[in-house]
């Protein structure tokens, strides 16, 4: 992916596109059980955000990891590797990503972890979710033509209007 042109679409546009990314790989945790079940919640608060809803960077940041050790990466097996790993990574990323915004449009000092977010970020998310059998890249580059001609900027900092995932979803799988 060019980063220049993915910086040419609205903040709440790549956030979009990331979490749906992310959601791609949904389908490889559905027998995960509770770590199924908190990543459908992860998925929701961080879609609340970019649905333009007053959630903080301090909220998403804890989906990662809580100082109770709770969080979608407490569901990542680092000792012996699963199909689901990948899409438990792909989603904490993704929500890396858009916490990494909303302290950014807070103007708060950035915890460490979200440090290292960046624009960049996003073609190493593509990638993780390129190894997967449940990503197409037929599917993001419909979601991404699609957010460019809808939501194209001039000013790269330009946070949007609100982005509805559902109807997005149903938009780019006609």
């Given at each position: 992916?060019?980063?220049?042109?993915?910086?040419?679409?609205?903040?709440?546009?790549?956030?979009?596109?990331?979490?749906?990314?992310?959601?791609?790989?949904?389908?490889?945790?559905?027998?995960?059980?509770?770590?199924?079940?908190?990543?459908?919640?992860?998925?929701?608060?961080?879609?609340?955000?970019?649905?333009?809803?007053?959630?903080?960077?301090?909220?998403?940041?804890?989906?990662?990891?809580?100082?109770?050790?709770?969080?979608?990466?407490?569901?990542?097996?680092?000792?012996?590797?699963?199909?689901s790993d990948r899409a438990y990574?792909?989603?904490?990323g993704a929500i890396s990503y858009?916490?990494?915004?909303?302290?950014?449009?807070?103007?708060?000092?950035?915890p460490d972890g979200i440090q290292?977010?960046?624009?960049?970020?996003?073609?190493?998310?593509?990638?993780?979710?390129?190894?997967?059998?449940?990503?197409?890249?037929?599917?993001?580059?419909?979601?991404?033509?699609?957010?460019?001609?809808?939501?194209?900027?001039?000013?790269?900092?330009?946070?949007?209007?609100?982005?509805?995932?559902?109807?997005?979803?149903?938009?780019?799988?006609?």
């Open positions: 992916m060019n980063i220049e042109d993915f910086t040419k679409i609205t903040i709440r546009a790549r956030a979009a596109f990331v979490l749906l990314i992310a959601d791609s790989l949904m389908p490889e945790l559905r027998h995960e059980g509770e770590g199924y079940i908190f990543a459908l919640k992860a998925f929701e608060i961080t879609a609340s955000w970019i649905n333009g809803k007053d959630v903080s960077g301090d909220e998403l940041n804890d989906l990662l990891m809580n100082h109770h050790d709770q969080g979608i990466f407490a569901y990542v097996d680092n000792r012996k590797q699963r199909v990574t792909v989603l904490g858009v916490a990494w915004h909303a302290y950014r449009t807070n103007k708060l000092m950035l290292a977010v960046t624009e960049h970020f996003v073609q190493w998310l593509i990638d993780e979710a390129s190894k997967s059998p449940s990503f197409g890249t037929h599917l993001a580059t419909r979601i991404w033509f699609h957010l460019f001609e809808h939501f194209k900027i001039h000013d790269d900092d330009e946070l949007g209007s609100p982005v509805n995932l559902n109807e997005l979803k149903k938009i780019v799988n006609q």
